[in-house]
């Protein structure tokens, strides 16, 4: 089957975390009831695979490519687009990921920054994009932004400035950063085939009246559903409704960084709310303690009883 070239990424990505088994092992037995519980329980019909909420810099290559299979193979038929993120400190390693992600038919690959040297220039970023993607050159390509993990601070907009002569499949940004003139400034830039994908879930209303054409993030796992209910009010023009639910997600979000919220909290949040078993995160982050995960369980509860 051809890539998704004509298929805009638009709506809702759900940035997929990583099953693990109690013994720390990636569990691909998780995949196929996951991919149910968005579709049929949250309405997500996009992934983005291994990327900062699936802990793939905690992974191996050969662990992220078992993954990125398993999903593209689970996703057949049930999912509309399935992302791979392919960054990683290596460009040999980016760009084996992203030969694999071909094969294997994904939709389209992302690429984050390298963190550890980072590069001191939007050219030398990306000469390194571009790298990656030159084994991949039929494939969708996004940048992936997201300068509070990476800190690479160079404004998206400086990225982006004739990526298309570089990267001919360049189809758009994952922008998770919180500088909105700066993802303003991406969408006024975007050609008429590329997305702006907005990736901080607790102001996406904001980003929404700048122009997203969608939103990746961790938090659409467990509150898609309602997430999907705000875009179609924004959709509708009606702002009270849009900002009655984002402000819900805010307040769980609020909430739930007043207790301590990291990718292990997050993780947690999502096996209780959903009843999958998607393990613990692995180490450097730390399991959840039970009584937080069950106090911000409560709290989702109290505010979205749908689900
Ligand atoms: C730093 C971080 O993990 N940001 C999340 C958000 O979805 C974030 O969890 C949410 O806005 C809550 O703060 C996403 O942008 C990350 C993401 O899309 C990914 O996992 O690749």
Redesign the pocket.
Known sequence: MAPALDKKLTGLVA?TFTPFTTQGEINLAEIGPYIDYLTEKQGVNNI?VN????ESMSLSVAERKDLAEEWCRKAKGKMDQVII?VGCMSLTDSKELARHAVQIEADGIAVISPSFFKPSTADALRTFLYQVSSVAPTLPFYY?H?P??TGVNMPARDVLENIEELIPFFRGV?F?GNDLMDFGQCVSYCQPHWSALY????QLLAALAMGAHGA?????NYVGYHVNELMSAFDHGDIIQARTIQFKIQEL?SYAKKLG?D?GV?KQLMNEVSGLSLGPPRLPVMPCPVDQALAIAQKYHSLFSKN
Do not use: R
């Open positions: 940035a983005f990327g900062t909420t699936g993120h992936y997201i509070a993990v994952k998770s990736g901080v879930d607790e990746v993030g961790s938090t659409y979000l919220f990718l997050n």
